[in-house]
C-alpha cells in the first residue's frame, strides 16, 4: 500500500513526474487537473461548471472537486494505493481526504513537494502554452495561478512537514534526473 501525494506550484512538472513515478511503484497517478480537462472537453455538467474557474486559473469549488476525487479514490484501482497530483490544494481538501483515509487505514505514507524557481516555472508554462495549446496557459492567467498558489496550497506544506511526511525535492533541471531524485527521496521513506 503506498499513498502518495505530488505538491508544487503550476509548472514545477508535476504531472510528468506524477506518470512516472506512478509507473515506477504500479500505482495510479490521479490528477484533478486531467480529470476536470476531460469533464470539460466531453461537455459534461462537470465539466460546465469547472471551466470557467479553470479559464481564469481559479480553483474549482471545493464541493464539486470533493465529490469527484472521493469518487476517483472508491475505484477498484486506488484500493492498493496512488499517487495525487494537485489533489488537495486548499486546508478544506487536507480535511477530506484526511477524513476519507481515516476510514480506511491511515493517511499519506509521503508528500514530495517539487521545489522549482518561480521564474522558471512562468517559462515553463508558456513553453507548455506553445506545445499544448492549454486555455489556461496565457501569460495573466498564469500569473494568477502562481498567486492562487502560493497563497491557498502552499501552506500545505507546513501542514505536511509538522506531521513528519514531506519530502522536498529540486524539481528543477532535466526530467530524468528530477525522477531520479525522488526515488532517492522516497527510497528512505518507503
Ligand atoms: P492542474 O492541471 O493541476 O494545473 O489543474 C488545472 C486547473 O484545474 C486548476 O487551475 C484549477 O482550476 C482546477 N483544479 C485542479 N485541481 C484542483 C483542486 N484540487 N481544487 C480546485 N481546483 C482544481
Do not use: W
Not at 31 to 38: H, L, N, Y
Not at 114 to 133: C, F, I, M, S
Amino acid at each position: 500500500m503506498m499513498r502518495l501525494l505530488l505538491i508544487g506550484p503550476p509548472g514545477a512538472g508535476k504531472g510528468t513526474q506524477a506518470v512516472r513515478v506512478a509507473e515506477h511503484y504500479g500505482i495510479p497517478a490521479i490528477s484533478t487537473g486531467d480529470i476536470f480537462r476531460a469533464n470539460v472537453s466531453e461537455g459534461t455538467p462537470l465539466g460546465l461548471q469547472a471551466k470557467d474557474y479553470m479559464d481564469r486559473g481559479a480553483y474549482v469549488p471545493d464541493d464539486l472537486t470533493n465529490a469527484l476525487v472521493l469518487d476517483r479514490l472508491a475505484q477498484e484501482d486506488a484500493g492498493s494505493g496512488f499517487l495525487l497530483d494537485g489533489f488537495p490544494r486548499t486546508l478544506a481538501q487536507v480535511s477530506t481526504l484526511d477524513e476519507c483515509l481515516q476510514a480506511t487505514d491511515g493517511g499519506l505514507d509521503a508528500v514530495v513537494q517539487l521545489v522549482v524557481d518561480p521564474d522558471e516555472t512562468v517559462e515553463r508554462l508558456l513553453n507548455r502554452a506553445k506545445v499544448q495549446g492549454r486555455s489556461d496557459d496565457t501569460e495573466d492567467v498564469i500569473r494568477n495561478r502562481l498567486a492562487v498558489y502560493q497563497e491557498q496550497t502552499h501552506p500545505l506544506v507546513d501542514v505536511y512537514r509538522d506531521r513528519g511526511i514531506l519530502v522536498s525535492v529540486d524539481a528543477q533541471g532535466d526530467v530524468g534526473a528530477v525522477t531520479d531524485r525522488i526515488f532517492a527521496a522516497l527510497a528512505g521513506r518507503l
